[in-house]
Structure formats: C-alpha cells, structure tokens
C-alpha cells in the first residue's frame, strides 16, 4: 500500500512551491474568500488537507497505521518534484531556525516543554502508535489527542512564517516573492484552502469541514458570541500585516498584525481551557475525550502565554494533565481564575473573550470577568484587500470562458493522491 501510494505521489505532483501566480494577478484565494495573496500558496494551504485525512482515518474503526503513514510521510501538500510537506516535519521545527528568526511564540513552548518534540510530536506518536500515557486508552481519547494536537502544531507553523516575514521585510526583502511570500503562506497554514461545505466560507455557523486553525478559531466564536469573533477579525488583521510588508516594509505595522494574530490564538486557547475543564468533569464523571481536547487546544497558545506568567500557564497544564482518572469538581473555576489573571499581559480583555453560552447558571463560570484598569485592545487591520485574486479568462477556438479564482476550485494534487490511496487500500 505504502509504496502504491508513493508512486502515486509522484505522478500528480505539480512540482511547484508556489511564489508567483500565473496569470500573476490571479492568484487562489483561502477558504475565508476574501484574503487575497500575492502568491501562490495552494500547496502551504493544502496542510490542513492531511489534518482531515488524518480525521478521516481515525474515525471509528480507526487505522492508525495509515494516519501515521499522513502524519509522517505527507499526503496532500507538495514541495515540489515529489517532496511532500509533512505534520511531522512542521511539529519538529525549529521555528527560529537557529536563532535567525524572532518567535516568541514558538520559544515560549520550547523553554515551558523542554523540547520541540515534547510540544506536540512525542504526544502525537504515543497515541498513534499505542505508548506511553496513551497506552490501553480509549479511541477516542487517541484520536482526540492527534487530531486536537495537529490544529496547534499547523497554528504554530504560521507563526513561524510570520515570523520569517518580519525578518525579510527588516532585511529589505520585501519584494512579493520574499517578505509577502512568507506572509502569505502564514495565512495560508492558518485558513487552508479547502471549498466550505456550508455558507461563505467567513459568515454564518463554521461549516465543519475546514480542518485548519482559522475554524477552530470560528468554532469557539460560537461557543463564546458576546466576546470577539476572532476568525472574522483575523482577516482584515492579515490583509493589514500583507500590505504592510510588501515594497515599503513598516516595521510598526507587520509586528503589530503579528501581536494581534498572537492575541487571537491565545483567545481561542483561553475558550477552550474554560469550555473543556468543564466538559472533562462532567458533572464528577470524567470525560477523558473533552480532557484530551481540553489539553491540546489550551497547549495551541500555551508557550506564548508563559512569557507572560509562566507559573499561572503550569498550573493550567496541571490542571489538564492527560495522566488524570478523576477531574476535581473546582477544576474548571480554578481554570477560569488563572486564565483571567493572564489577560492584562496578553493585551487581551474580558470582553474580547467573552462568556460561554453553555455555562451552568450561577455557576462560577457564569460570573462575570472584571475589566477595571484593562482598557486593551485588538487591532482592527484593514478590508482593502489586495486585488491580485481576478478571475481568468481562457480563450478556445470561437469561444471564452471565464472563471473565478475560488477556493479549491479544483482538486489538489495531494487530494487526487488521497483518493487514489484509499481506492487502493
């Protein structure tokens, strides 16, 4: 099966890493349908494909051989001349790349977890390969930790590319293909590219089936309406970053959309950690699925957030530690209480958080959050998206067609491969 799937591979793969798009002001739109890049970032974009197939293959029954051959060997996203991007690759990096980029939210984890591997990969390869802390688990309590895992570890690579593009930018790279390059492809980490199933792909209920961490974001914007909605207000944030880094680079600009990006991630951890401490207990029967859930979406923004104060962050990891059988009933106000001891540091408010709709009434969760002396704010970007996404025009003998530049409008390469592997199962 394997080497089927290899040659397969390496028949549909385009052998291109992006950069410019042809026509040049054609470029693919993301799944949100408004963030235009300037480049051709298809296959970045395509990550969020394997997070999906891996999805797919963990599903009851599960096979976790073959979401381990995805995870480690790639499926959907192509570097070009048959290399494939891979999850494992991507928790594995060093996002600093030796020192050479600044990444506050990639080291954060790093000095909290110890290793690069111990931020996600160790914890991915127990539960598929049946080790460690994940051994004679459930598989839904597997399958929780992967999946859930895999959102933050795509979260953490586009923080890295932000982070390459401040530095091209600051290194007078600033031409489309250099710092906008670096940028684009972070948007592309985050909101992928696949066509929603349902709605617009940025309005309305998340459709479902996005698989990236601009739809976690979406998800916990519905579990939380009155605070901020962040995945709507990451788009106009990344437009103004793009703009900001291309000809004429503004330092003050790109790194105030890089902090802004940084504040939504930590806002849709913060949901998280509340929403599933409370899930996990169970009113005194632990749900170990929503403990796994709990503690990969909380760990998605975790190392950034102990820069600030690391010893409310270790507490909150304690708090969700996956070794646990029974989960104390104050588990999720003590959760609440350190969360919000965190968000004057982070920039971040009581109001752009907001409360949980499914909070017990006049339960601790329920109380309000006090935002004396916090007057923070999140920057609102700008909606005047770059016009390099038009539609193309091709010309047959007596007659033209014109087609938009969509999201996934056609099958992936990797996408093609997917299918074509499970045919062959």
């Given at each position: 099966?394997?080497?089927?799937?290899?040659?397969?591979?390496?028949?549909?793969?385009?052998?291109?890493?992006?950069?410019?798009?042809?026509?040049?002001?054609?470029?693919?739109?993301?799944?949100?349908?408004?963030?235009?890049?300037?480049?051709?970032?298809?296959?970045?974009?395509?990550?969020?494909?394997?997070?999906?197939?891996?999805?797919?293959?963990?599903?009851?029954?599960?096979?976790?051989?073959?979401?381990?051959?995805?995870?480690?060997?790639?499926?959907?996203?192509?570097?070009?001349?048959?290399?494939?991007?891979?999850?494992?690759?991507?928790?594995?990096?060093?996002?600093?790349?030796?020192?050479?980029?600044?990444?506050?939210?990639?080291?954060?984890?790093?000095?909290?977890?110890?290793?690069?591997?111990?931020?996600?990969?160790?914890?991915?390869?127990?539960?598929l390969d049946n080790?460690?802390?994940?051994?004679?688990?459930?598989?839904?309590?597997?399958?929780?930790?992967?999946?859930?895992?895999?959102?933050?570890?795509?979260?953490?690579?586009?923080?890295?590319?932000?982070?390459?593009?401040?530095?091209?930018?600051?290194?007078?790279?600033?031409?489309?293909?250099?710092?906008?390059?670096?940028?684009?492809?972070?948007?592309?980490?985050?909101?992928?590219?696949?066509?929603?199933?349902?709605?617009?792909?940025?309005?309305g209920a998340a459709?479902?089936?996005?698989?990236?961490?601009?739809?976690?974001?979406?998800?916990?914007?519905?579990?939380?309406?009155?605070?901020?909605?962040?995945?709507?207000?990451?788009?106009?944030?990344?437009?103004?970053?793009?703009?900001?880094?291309?000809?004429?680079?503004?330092?003050?600009?790109?790194?105030?959309?890089?902090?802004?990006?940084?504040?939504?991630?930590?806002?849709?951890?913060?949901?998280?950690?509340?929403?599933?401490?409370?899930?996990?207990?169970?009113?005194?029967?632990?749900?170990?699925?929503?403990?796994?859930?709990?503690?990969?979406?909380?760990?998605?923004?975790?190392?950034?957030?102990?820069?600030?104060?690391?010893?409310?962050?270790?507490?909150?990891?304690?708090?969700?530690?996956?070794?646990?059988?029974?989960?104390?009933?104050?588990?999720?106000?003590?959760?609440?209480?350190?969360?919000?001891?965190?968000?004057?540091?982070?920039?971040?408010?009581?109001?752009?958080?907001?409360?949980?709709?499914?909070?017990?009434?006049?339960?601790?969760?329920?109380?309000?959050?006090?935002?004396?002396?916090?007057?923070?704010?999140?920057?609102?970007?700008?909606?005047?998206?770059?016009?390099?996404?038009?539609?193309?025009?091709?010309?047959?003998?007596?007659?033209?067609?014109?087609?938009?530049?969509?999201?996934?409008?056609?099958?992936?390469?990797?996408?093609?491969a997917a299918t074509?592997?499970?045919?062959?199962?």
């Amino acid at each position: 099966m394997g080497v089927i799937r290899l040659v397969l591979l390496g028949l549909v793969a385009t052998g291109a890493e992006g950069g410019a798009c042809t026509p040049v002001d054609s470029c693919p739109k993301l799944s949100d349908g408004l963030y235009c890049p300037v480049n051709d970032v298809t296959e970045h974009a395509d990550i969020n494909r394997d997070v999906a197939l891996i999805k797919r293959y963990l599903d009851d029954p599960p096979d976790y051989a073959m979401a381990k051959e995805v995870y480690t060997m790639g499926n959907s996203s192509s570097k070009g001349l048959g290399n494939m991007r891979t999850l494992q690759d991507l928790a594995l990096k060093d996002m600093t790349v030796d020192g050479k980029y600044t990444n506050v939210f990639y080291t954060g984890a790093l000095n909290l977890y110890n290793s690069t591997a111990a931020i996600w990969h160790n914890y991915i390869m127990a539960c598929l390969d049946n080790t460690t802390f994940c051994q004679g688990q459930s598989d839904s309590f597997r399958r929780y930790v992967v999946n859930k895992a895999l959102i933050g570890v795509v979260t953490a690579y586009a923080t890295y590319e932000f982070g390459a593009a401040v530095w091209k930018g600051e290194n007078g790279q600033t031409a489309d293909g250099q710092a906008a390059y670096a940028w684009d492809e972070g948007a592309a980490f985050y909101i992928g590219n696949i066509d929603p199933v349902l709605g617009d792909g940025f309005s309305g209920a998340a459709p479902g089936n996005l698989y990236s961490p601009y739809e976690f974001n979406w998800k916990r914007d519905f579990d939380y309406p009155d605070g901020v909605n962040t995945h709507q207000a990451s788009i106009p944030i990344l437009n103004y970053g793009l703009i900001n880094v291309r000809g004429s680079y503004n330092a003050t600009n790109v790194k105030a959309a890089e902090l802004a990006m940084y504040k939504i991630f930590s806002i849709a951890a913060i949901r998280s950690a509340i929403k599933y401490a409370d899930k996990a207990y169970n009113g005194g029967t632990m749900e170990p699925k929503y403990l796994a859930e709990g503690w990969a979406y909380w760990r998605s923004a975790s190392g950034y957030m102990s820069n600030f104060n690391a010893t409310a962050v270790e507490a909150v990891d304690a708090l969700f530690d996956l070794s646990q059988t029974s989960i104390p009933a104050d588990t999720p106000c003590k959760v609440k209480t350190l969360v919000e001891s965190l968000y004057p540091h982070l920039g971040i408010t009581c109001a752009m958080v907001g409360k949980w709709k499914d909070a017990t009434t006049g339960s601790c969760l329920d109380l309000p959050c006090d935002d004396a002396g916090n007057s923070a704010t999140l920057l609102a970007g700008s909606d005047a998206y770059v016009d390099m996404c038009k539609a193309t025009t091709t010309t047959t003998t007596g007659s033209s067609e014109t087609s938009a530049v969509g999201r996934a409008a056609l099958p992936a390469a990797g996408a093609l491969a997917a299918t074509l592997a499970l045919s062959c199962q």
